[in-house]
């Protein structure tokens, strides 16, 4: 499913088979489309803002002294700025663009602002609330199934694969699903917000191949 696997030149990750692991999240610094107002779910999309940049610097000095043994990044041009904008300070052994990490499809909504599409998108929520996971975004976009598939795939492959310190880079919409999965299924007694431009989470989980088969037996349950 990645699309292109990268090795960085300075390796400082640590090796071998872990019986805990931290999942680290970073939304994409500001977009263009964000500063413009607009849903975007193209990966050309014009990438970040100048205010983006600043905010990768940031987050570089937050977290330069954690070492990843690999990133998984979206194919987003968003994401790979952000990604590749706050990476030379970070330390990495490998990177990966993985298209399940992708932006939701919003269908025809696509370039719409947030106000115009309001309204539709409050009643697909709604629809999906009541449990119809079928429903379009935008008429011909992805549906919820598809959508939480594709997450719950990926987040089932990575906690079973054996690292230790892992970085996503996603979008917001993305990392709303795997922090309501992982607080489902750690059964954490915390509550999700909302997650900024370049900012970050982490969980740890204490039993990744637990967790992995958990995420797996959700992810195979019937969807109307």
């Known amino acids: 499913m990645a699309q292109y696997a990268g090795r960085r030149g300075n390796i400082r990750g640590a090796k071998g088979i872990y019986f805990q692991m931290k999942i680290y999240f970073v939304r994409h610094a500001e977009s263009v489309a964000n500063a413009k107002g607009v849903l975007s779910s193209k ?19 937050t977290l330069n002294d954690i070492n ?9 041009q ?35 602002t947030h106000e115009s599409a309001e309204e539709h998108l409050k009643s697909t929520l709604s629809k999906i609330k009541n449990g119809d996971y079928k429903v379009r975004f935008g008429g011909v976009g992805e549906n919820q199934a598809e959508f939480e598939h594709r997450i719950y795939g990926f987040l089932s492959e990575i906690i079973a ?36 431009n370049c900012e ?11 967790t992995a088969k ?4 959700i992810q195979t349950e019937p969807k109307t």
Not at 173 to 196: C, F, P, Y
């Open 43 to 61: 990966e050309d999309d014009g990438g970040i803002t100048e205010k983006g940049k600043t905010q990768c610097n940031d987050l570089a000095s």
């Open 68 to 76: 990843f043994d690999i990133a998984y990044i979206s194919p987003f």
């Open 78 to 112: 968003r994401t790979k700025e952000t990604f590749f904008n706050f990476s030379t300070k970070v330390s990495s052994e490998e990177y990966v663009f993985d298209e399940r990490l992708s932006e939701l499809d919003y269908g025809n909504l696509h370039g719409e």
């Open 161 to 196: 694969s054996g690292k230790s310190n892992v970085l996503v880079v996603s979008h917001s919409s993305t990392i709303a699903v795997m922090e309501k999965l992982l607080i489902k299924v750690l059964e954490l007694d915390t509550k999700r917000h909302s997650i900024g």
């Open 200 to 210: 970050y989470r982490y969980y740890t989980i204490k039993d990744p191949a637990l």
């Open 214 to 217: 958990k995420i797996e037996d």
